[in-house]
């Protein structure tokens, strides 16, 4: 569930917002954050993924749809986790 969206980001630009689920990146099947952080893992800037969300509407009810998104440098932003290099 994404907790946290920069409004500058490609996936809010796509649509992902807060409180989305986010259920399958391409193929993958997600039901863990440790799922969702080995589907990523290898993703670099610039490759496309299709993230499937299942939000919850108005009125009641999840829907589930698909948000075609193309990867960014997520160092551009300020208040983003920061990977260590490897030595």
């Given at each position: 569930?994404?907790?946290?969206?920069?409004?500058?980001?490609?996936?809010?630009?796509?649509?992902?917002?807060?409180?989305?689920?986010?259920?399958?990146?391409?193929?993958?099947?997600?039901?863990?954050?440790?799922?969702?952080?080995?589907?990523?893992?290898?993703?670099?800037p610039g490759d496309a993924?299709?993230?499937?969300?299942?939000?919850?509407?108005?009125?009641?009810?999840?829907?589930?749809?698909?948000?075609?998104?193309?990867?960014?440098?997520?160092?551009?932003?300020?208040?983003?986790p920061k990977k260590t290099?490897?030595?």
């Open positions: 569930v994404v907790q946290e969206i920069n409004d500058s980001s490609a996936a809010y630009r796509a649509g992902l917002r807060f409180n989305d689920a986010i259920v399958r990146v391409d193929s993958t099947s997600i039901s863990s954050l440790p799922d969702y952080f080995t589907a990523v893992m290898f993703l670099n993924v299709t993230l499937t969300v299942s939000r919850l509407e108005t009125n009641g009810l999840y829907r589930e749809f698909l948000i075609p998104v193309i990867v960014e440098d997520i160092s551009l932003y300020p208040d983003s290099p490897k030595k």
